[in-house]
């Protein structure tokens, strides 16, 4: 099998590490393969649509959900590096508010697979990065939420001086206290 499973402290959030080949060329890998998905996983997920961002230094994308039509992401940086969260929004989940953050870049070349009921978000931490991601459902622009991305209850440690760079809507995100939540 050519993906290596990192379990993480909330177990549904997983980091993938691809085998990698590389040598004085340069390097190839499988970026996602569906079977190997499923045997490292034990997941059976079908992705409908890939999105790509590139954003500077310090913008902080998130953190976005679809209170309907949720989506599972499989996450990666082909260039550059973030930091990259996950925050379980299940109520009924013994890791409900919780949040996990791991660095994603071009040069770990790591995956992180963010199940569906989770808020997602990412901030830049390089000078740019392109972020690739891989969704299970489509985007539905009324369904989508934002939590606030410093919101002291959840008590995310971002690798950030100062403010990030936001979207208007992910400046008025909500706190976990008044979100509207999976059960």
């Keep these: 099998m050519s993906l290596n499973v990192i379990p993480t402290s909330i177990p549904e959030v997983l980091i993938l590490e ?3 080949f590389g040598d004085s060329r340069g390097f190839f890998f499988e970026s996602f393969n569906l079977k ?4 490292a996983t034990g997941l059976k997920r079908t992705f409908v649509q890939d999105n790509h961002s590139r954003s500077a230094r310090n ?3 998130g953190l976005h959900y679809q209170i309907e039509h949720s989506q599972g992401k499989l996450i990666r940086v082909v260039a550059g590096e973030v930091f990259d969260v996950a925050v379980d929004m299940r109520r009924s989940s013994p890791n409900f508010g919780k949040w996990i953050g ?5 040069e770990n070349k790591r995956q992180l697979w ?4 989770f808020a997602h978000g990412f901030v830049v931490t390089s000078d740019e990065a392109e972020f690739l991601y891989k969704v299970t459902d489509y985007w539905h622009p009324e369904h989508e939420r934002s939590l606030i991305w410093n919101d002291p209850d959840v ?3 971002w690798p950030i001086e100062g403010n990030p760079i936001l979207a208007a809507k992910d400046a008025v995100g909500k706190k976990l206290v ?3 939540l999976f059960d």
Excluded: M, N, Q, Y
Aim: aromatic content about 4%.
């Design 18 to 20: 691809p085998k990698v």
């Design 155 to 157: 008590g995310i440690e």
């Design 178 to 180: 008044e979100a509207e």
């Design 102 to 106: 791991i660095t994603l870049s071009s």
């Design 36 to 39: 190997d998905f499923e045997l």
């Design 114 to 117: 963010v199940p569906e009921g």
């Design 59 to 61: 913008v902080l994308r």
